[in-house]
């Protein structure tokens, strides 16, 4: 019988949703004439990254998946000095059948170089990029045995014909294997972009066993001339020893540069990073033998023009006049303009005739600068069929980044000094076009570039103008640092905040006015002279201090602890409380108990039934060494009595719940350290009425809906929206009759204005509203252009935005606000909420962990613990299948989340002072207060630990109608940048038909004392 040797296993999968197999494939590669074998062949289905390169002996292991590659699919072999095998994969198998595992491929006559000895005069040049410099800034890298047949390469510019390759030169970042053997290939360079043909006779082989450093690779044996731009790149073929991982150099993308992954692979175009290879060069010195290298003149042309807000600076004339100048030389063309900023607003086609472009040239004059910068609709595709792209652009984008994806040869002209050069060049050098900076380059130099394929060697390493001068120093008040003190340039949004040591660092030029602020001390003027160290001593506000002591002292309240009774502002941890009037007959167990206090979980069962916080269940998911040492559950504390959870919860005392005085959680490190270790997850302390620091206290009186004396008495309080009153600038807008009138109108009052006020484009943006939602958006939009480093002005511009649902433009401004203000809480808590409405759940999902576990460095999410887990459970109960909940506690999972009524206040600026009211049914209010007067404690730490949000329930309470009152107590009348609120209100939160409603208001609207909001609870 005959012995079968082809191994062919096939592996079986299944699950409920899909099943498939495995199939692995052994053959061996010989001459179909000498029967010798054929070693580093490549082998694999085309373009379907799967493949691998047969062995010194020409054997080679294949496996695919029969559910992917079909039997009709073809295995492609192919090798230098060989025809190249296409096969079905039902024909290799009876093929291997027939031939006992073996495949012959048929020798292929070689087509040699014709190599002319001549006696002309020639010089040696190095082209490409050398080794590691200064471009080298990333690095590319083959990791992992399944890399067999992957490639590396870049192109080469070549411009002298009969040039002959004697060296090829790389540096080696890193190599951890024994030791590799690289194939060096070089294809001819296809103008779609891409490599071509290999050029070579004979495989070049090199083993590399280099830790690091520069590897030189000898080709002059080889022979190898070339006329035209070719593609050199390295092939691995062979790992010695057990372990891949290899680096070369790269650069910040100044040429394509391609990967295959695998062998037979599709060659992908990097658009990222450029690949470090240099090639050493013998080359004629007759001027006769140079390539032509004048670009191919376009019959279409795609011209972008930024209109946004920020290139009404551009140096124009000298725009337009390399516009006309390359346009006379062009001669006959078609030119589509698109005029771009938040978004396309206009498109016409002009033809050129003998180079004409005055009427061009006049449609880009008659160009009117607003909105801010987003380049997602441009450069993605080419409709016009164009061979050319001019883009006159800074490249500084306030939403979507610029990015090319159409391979085109694209010039990107720019005359700003705030550009970013370095990004625009690596954009023009992705369609082989080029960077031109008129602020740098000539005329003549800028034509030729356009004209002409000249390789773009400029290093742009700082993206942005340097400024005149950086004024840095401390803030203090008696000898004491003054952290969060705010430090504005006068009349702009230039702005700064002290750190924890009271230092700042600002831009600001000699006669500017730094205004400094900071809550508790009189505000302060500086001139700015030619010094730039200024250190800044703030006067208490003293008459302020006086009313806030005499307050503290008719408002002391006792608290019992431990060490015995205490001032409750010296206790020093914060605490979650329910006293024995919380308790009632229906109270069965001490766990109803429990669950009562705020940002507690309970998860398991039987033994493992545990009390938590949600911040240490976080804190420990991914099961660190050590973990199991120490319980990262809070110690329960009966009567000064430790117990630990680890223990068991059945090991409790029994309790009498009516004779529970308090139930405490502490979930503080600081506040638990009596407990040694045994409280570095908090505590819960219960004490009852057997305890000699359980004393009966007078009930401390609690703001109340329900408390006598504060009957709700109608004052004849305007609603908001009868309340506000237009600004002068939108009152003149309002006479205007037709829209084009009202445009006009405002590009004259803002070019009136030093200084654009964010109320102003917020409130022009409304008033447009009714004419064109684009153009609104578009003015709402300028806030970003101007006040891009000012998180109080994007905050206002985010806050809009939402309101308007418009969630991805919001994202980018909420992201810019987190990267502006890293450590300040509410950042990371805005971008969950932002990610959840673009539905990025992932990235929603992965911020609650970090959040809830407190481990975003630098971050303190302590003081809006219970709005994060709020949130985060209805998270989770509106997205559970759109994420993995892995490692998400029971408790969170399980538990059937939702509120009659959610209310949540964010507003933009934590200094700010106002109060809430909220009136029940009944008549009866509760006022909150945000004041220095009253609540000092917490504007300080909204200002250290950066967030400015206040949340209420109304769960099961009172039907009827409720009113929510706000009252503005700060002055902004004349501030550019004044206080925005946002107010959120939800209805049956958590729930399929949850409803929520979103407004946003200048805080300054609301003076004096205005309705915001009346709903029925049902």
Not at 28 to 57: C, H, Q, R, W
Not at 71 to 93: A, C, D, M, R, V
Not at 332 to 360: M, Y
Not at 748 to 755: F, I
Request: proline content about 3%; some cysteine.
């Amino acid at each position: 019988m005959k012995r079968l040797f082809i191994k062919i296993y096939f592996i079986l999968f299944s699950s409920i949703i899909f099943a498939q197999s495995a199939v692995k494939i052994e053959a061996t590669l010989l001459d179909k004439i000498t029967k010798e074998p054929i070693s580093y062949a490549n082998i694999g289905f085309f373009e379907k990254a799967i493949g691998t390169v047969s062995d010194e002996n020409g054997h080679f292991t294949l496996l695919y998946n029969s559910s992917y590659i079909k039997k009709n699919e073809p295995l492609q072999i192919s090798t230098l000095g060989y025809e190249s095998l296409k096969i079905q994969i039902h024909e290799l198998f009876d093929l291997l059948l027939k031939n006992n595992n073996k495949i012959f491929l048929n020798p292929e006559p070689l087509n040699l170089n014709e190599i002319r000895l001549t006696n002309e005069k020639r010089e040696q040049k190095t082209i490409g990029i050398n080794g590691i410099n200064k471009k080298a800034k990333g690095y590319w890298y083959w990791m992992g045995k399944h890399a067999l047949g992957g490639e590396i390469a870049t192109r080469i510019n070549i411009k002298k014909r009969n040039t002959k390759l004697l060296e090829f030169q790389f540096y080696v970042k890193e190599n951890l294997s024994d030791s590799i053997m690289v194939r060096i290939n070089v294809y001819n360079y296809e103008k779609k972009g891409f490599p071509n043909n290999n050029l070579l006779s004979k495989n070049i082989y090199h083993v590399i066993n280099k830790k690091a450093g520069i590897e030189t690779i000898d080709l002059k044996p080889y022979d190898i001339v070339v006329n035209d731009d070719i593609v050199i790149g390295i092939e691995l073929i062979k790992i010695y020893g057990d372990r891949l991982r290899f680096e070369v150099a790269g650069n910040n993308y100044l040429g394509p540069s391609y990967t295959r992954y695998i062998s037979q692979d599709k060659w992908k175009r990097n658009i990222e990073n450029g690949v470090n290879f240099s090639v050493l060069t013998s080359i004629p010195t007759n001027k006769d033998k140079d390539i032509s290298i004048v670009r191919t003149v376009p019959e279409r042309i795609i011209l972008y023009w930024d209109t946004s807000l920020s290139m009404q600076n551009r140096a124009i004339d000298s725009e337009l006049q390399l516009l006309e100048d390359y346009l006379n030389k062009v001669k006959n063309t078609s030119v589509e303009v698109v005029k771009f900023s938040t978004k396309i607003s206009e498109s016409k086609v002009f033809p050129i005739t003998r180079g004409n472009s005055d009427e061009l040239i006049e449609y880009l004059k008659d160009t009117e600068y607003e909105g801010a910068t987003n380049y997602a609709d441009i450069l993605k595709e080419n409709t016009f069929d164009a061979q050319t792209i001019l883009v006159f652009t800074d490249g500084n984008a306030q939403f979507e980044a610029l990015k090319q994806l159409v391979y085109v040869p694209a010039f990107y002209i720019n005359t700003s000094s705030k550009a970013n050069k370095e990004l625009l060049q690596k954009q023009a050098n992705y369609g082989e076009g080029h960077f031109i900076d008129l602020l740098q380059t000539t005329k003549k130099d800028a034509l030729n570039f356009m004209l002409n394929e000249i390789e773009d060697e400029t290093v742009y390493e700082d993206v942005n103008i340097k400024v005149i001068h950086t004024i840095y120093g401390s803030v203090t008040s008696d000898s004491l640092f003054i952290q969060g003190a705010k430090i504005n340039v006068k009349n702009s949004y230039v702005q700064a905040i002290s750190d924890v040591d009271g230092n700042y660092k600002i831009e600001a030029s000699e006669d500017d006015i730094l205004q400094v602020s900071a809550l508790g001390m009189l505000p302060k003027e500086v001139l700015v002279s030619n010094q730039p160290n200024v250190n800044i001593n703030l006067k208490p506000d003293g008459q302020l201090l006086d009313e806030v002591l005499l307050r503290a002292k008719a408002k002391k309240e006792i608290v019992l602890t431990p060490f015995g009774k205490k001032d409750i502002n010296s206790v020093g941890y914060s605490t979650s409380e329910i006293t024995s009037k919380d308790i009632s007959a229906s109270h069965q167990t001490l766990e109803q108990l429990i669950a009562k206090l705020p940002g507690i979980m309970i998860t398991g069962i039987g033994e493992r039934r545990r009390y938590s916080f949600p911040i240490n269940t976080f804190a420990t998911l991914g099961g660190a060494k050590g973990i199991a040492e120490i319980d990262p559950n809070p110690v329960i504390v009966i009567d000064d009595v430790m117990y630990m959870q680890s223990d068991g919860l059945d090991k409790l005392p029994p309790i009498d719940l009516q004779t529970i005085v308090s139930i405490k959680a502490i979930k503080s490190v600081v506040g638990t350290n009596r407990y040694g270790s045994a409280g570095a997850y908090g505590a819960i302390e219960i004490r009852t009425s057997a305890s000699a620091l359980s004393e009966v206290k007078k009930p401390v009186k609690q703001p109340s809906a329900l408390a006598q004396g504060n009957d709700y008495l109608d004052e004849g309080i305007s609603f908001f929206e009868d309340n506000k009153e237009p600004s002068k600038y939108i009152k003149q807008l309002s006479v205007a009759a037709t829209f084009e009138e009202a445009k006009n109108m405002y590009y004259r009052q803002k070019n009136q204005m030093q200084v654009i006020p964010t109320s102003y484009v917020i409130e022009a943006s409304e008033y447009f509203e009714k004419w064109d939602k684009d153009f609104a958006y578009n003015v709402l939009s300028n806030i970003a252009e101007f006040a891009y480093n000012n998180p109080k002005a994007l905050l206002s511009l985010a806050y809009n935005l939402d309101e308007l649902k418009y969630y991805e433009q919001a994202k980018y401004i909420y992201e810019r606000i987190a990267e502006l203000r890293p450590k300040d809480a509410q950042s990371h808590r805005n971008l969950t909420q932002i990610y959840e409405k673009t539905k990025a759940y992932d990235k929603a999902l992965q911020l609650y962990k970090l959040m809830l576990s407190n481990s975003i460095e630098g971050a303190d999410f302590s003081a809006i613990e219970q709005v994060i887990a709020n949130e985060f459970s209805r998270f989770l109960a509106q997205n559970r299948n759109k994420i993995d909940v892995t490692g998400i506690p029971s408790d969170y999972l399980n538990a059937k989340f939702k509120y009659d009524q959610r209310i949540v206040f964010e507003w933009n600026e934590p200094r700010s002072e106002f109060e809430f009211q909220f009136v029940n049914p009944l008549k009866k209010f509760y006022r909150w207060s945000h004041t220095q007067l009253e609540n000092q404690a917490q504007m300080m730490d909204e200002i250290n630990n950066g967030y400015a949000i206040e949340e209420y329930i109304i769960d099961d309470a009172e039907p009827g109608e409720w009113i929510i009152n706000i009252e503005n107590l700060t002055n902004e009348t004349n501030s550019i940048n004044p206080t925005y609120l946002k107010y959120t209100a939800y209805k049956n939160y958590g729930l399929p038909n949850e409803t929520q409603t979103v407004k946003v208001v200048k805080l300054d609207d609301c003076n004096p004392k205005v309705t915001f909001d009346k709903f029925i609870n049902q």
